[in-house]
T-cell receptor
């Protein structure tokens, strides 16, 4: 089974802090994704990556950056956290780039910015 | 941008009934769809994949893809209270780089 592990289930940070969310997958997947999910808005794609050091903007990249230094690890960075970034953050991975494959999700990180 | 649309619900069914969840999409080139189940406060879990026109059955679940009418559905037979969750459908965007998700249908199964 695919295992996608997010470093924290719950996280509380303060406005202006730099926040790191970590995600690791153990199935040698090429693609990794970061979403946020808010009530009534569904899943919104922030960034994705199809290879080491490669990244693509999703639908809502503003205020975020990402890092993929190793194939199994994809980090989401909130450069200067703001209260409107309070949300559930979900990491996902899929097998091959440009292929017809489902995504597998981690357990999510519920982030609160105070 | 490809659109995937779902009725937000809630869809309420009694225990033991068949629950029918539907999804429509705008991209005629779509060849596959995925159904995810999401319990409240949890992450989405893949429950069905369908890659060709027609039906695919897995236990109590049947996924149906109708390319001519551009809809995909999920049938849950003998619904149980534990099936109460939000169900998301998703399909690849053009180029298969990412998935486009619907906003989900909330299913409530009453004992």
């Amino acid at each position: 089974d695919v295992k996608v592990t997010q470093s924290s289930r719950y996280l509380v940070k303060r406005t202006g802090e730099k926040v790191f969310l970590e995600c690791v997958q153990d199935m040698d997947h090429e693609n990794m994704f970061w979403y946020r999910q808010d009530p009534g808005l569904g899943l919104r794609l922030i960034y994705f990556s199809y290879d080491v050091k490669m990244k693509e903007k999703g639908d809502i990249p503003e205020g975020y950056s990402v890092s993929r230094e190793k194939k199994e690890r994809f980090s989401l960075i909130l450069e200067s956290a703001s209260t409107n970034q309070t949300s559930m953050y979900l990491c996902a991975s899929s097998l091959l780039f440009n292929s017809n494959q489902p995504q597998h999700f981690g357990d999510g990180t519920r982030l609160s910015i105070l | 941008q490809k659109e995937v649309e779902q009725n937000s619900g809630p869809l309420s069914v009694p225990e033991g009934a068949i629950a029918s969840l539907n999804c429509t999409y705008s991209d005629r080139g779509s060849q596959s769809f995925f159904w995810y189940r999401q319990y409240s406060g949890k992450s989405p879990e893949l429950i069905m994949s369908i890659y060709s026109n027609g039906d695919k059955e897995d236990g109590r679940f049947t996924a149906q893809l109708n390319k001519a009418s551009q809809y995909v559905s999920l049938l849950i037979r003998d619904s149980q209270p534990s099936d109460s969750a939000t169900y998301l459908c998703a399909g690849p965007n053009t180029g298969f780089q990412k998935l486009v998700f619907g906003t989900g249908t909330r299913l409530l199964v009453s004992p």
